[in-house]
């Protein structure tokens, strides 16, 4: 079983920033990437920023240059901080992790956190 739990949301004013945190724990190893999506009321989830292991990292056009994510791989960790941030940022974000395990890459989520940036 893995699990990953999320810490880091809240409430910030425009132009604030936020850093969220995500650890993973349980029965994984060979992480491929970790990284954080996000979904705001009615919309579709999307992907916000990732790191494959090796440092790649890809991010969203609307997030580049304001949202930054680092991973600390000894503590299964993945971290976003956000900086910069506008309303239009407001959503539920998620950690997500994908991993090898028996030749067959699994994926896991997080509960989720919410972020809300007022105007």
């Known amino acids: 079983q893995v699990q990953l739990v999320e810490s880091g949301g809240g409430l910030v004013q425009a132009g604030g920033s936020l850093r969220l945190s995500c650890t993973a724990s349980?029965?994984?190893?060979?992480?491929?990437?970790m990284g954080w999506f996000r979904q705001a009321p009615g919309k579709q989830r999307e992907l916000v920023a990732a790191?494959?292991?090796?440092?790649?990292?890809n991010y969203a056009d609307s997030v580049k240059g304001r949202f930054t994510i680092s991973r600390d791989d000894a503590k299964n960790t993945v971290y976003l901080q956000m900086s910069s941030l506008k309303p239009e940022d407001t959503a539920v974000y998620y950690c997500?992790?994908?991993?090898?395990?028996?030749?067959?890459?699994?994926?896991?989520w997080g509960q989720g956190t919410q972020v809300t940036v007022s105007s």
């Open positions: 790191m494959v292991t090796g440092g790649t990292t």
């Open positions: 349980g029965a994984i190893s060979n992480i491929n990437a």
């Open positions: 997500n992790v994908d991993w090898w395990r028996g030749g067959v890459l699994r994926d896991s």
